[in-house]
């Protein structure tokens, strides 16, 4: 099943990064190294973000940093394969990072007044979801899967525009809790479609092979 995601754009993106990459790489820096240091401005600016009484307007910088931290993934990507630094203890830093940084920097909206907190709770659980499911596709044979239509980018991007859209008051809680419910449902969407693309890329490749 087709369904076009953010992600898709990723090698355009990667190719406008490289410059970067072999810069970081020339000057000793490692991809665990990124991938913790993303982790840990997540984990910060989501516990920021919870303060009680911030002013909206700081949600601005979650926007930014939602598209600094997909620099950030994509290099530490490049870092591992393009310069041999891959291996386990990257792999499982990777998975688990990108799951508990989601978690940090969406958790805030929860606190805010009139939005649906337990409809917050459930797109926490469904992205940590989709991402394992991602990842279960190495499990049966296939390759790691980042189907859409709600992927880690297309996440970052909405939540950014929200963040976007509440620091300047151009949101309800009602249509904020409308998109939570959206989310939500392409959530789902997404899970299925990586199950299902998860199933039928061995059953393919065998095809090609025999």
Not at 99 to 117: C, H, K, N, T
């Amino acid at each position: 099943m087709f369904i076009l995601s953010i992600y898709q754009l990723k090698s355009g993106f990667q190719n406008c990064l490289r410059p970067s990459v072999k810069w970081l790489y020339a000057h000793g820096v490692t991809a665990n190294q990124v991938t913790v240091i993303a982790l840990v401005i997540s984990v910060m600016l989501g516990a920021f973000l919870s303060l009680p009484g911030i002013d909206p307007l700081w949600f601005l910088l979650l926007p930014v940093w939602m598209f600094l931290r997909m620099a950030f993934n994509a290099i530490d990507g490049m870092l591992a394969r393009e310069f041999k630094q891959q291996s386990a203890l990257g792999a499982y830093l990777n998975e688990l990072s990108d799951v508990i940084a989601d978690a940090a920097l969406l958790l805030p909206f929860a606190l805010l007044l009139g939005v649906e907190s337990s409809l917050v709770f459930g797109v926490v659980f469904l992205a940590a979801l989709s991402e394992f499911t991602g990842v279960l596709g190495l499990m049966v044979g296939a390759s790691r899967r980042y189907d859409g239509p709600m992927g880690k980018s297309d996440r970052a991007f909405v939540f950014g525009l929200i963040a976007i859209l509440w620091a300047f008051n151009g949101i309800t809680s009602f249509w904020f809790n409308a998109a939570l419910v959206i989310t939500l449902l392409l959530l789902l969407v997404t899970i299925i479609n990586r199950i299902r693309c998860g199933l039928a890329e061995p059953a393919t490749n065998a095809h090609k092979q025999g």
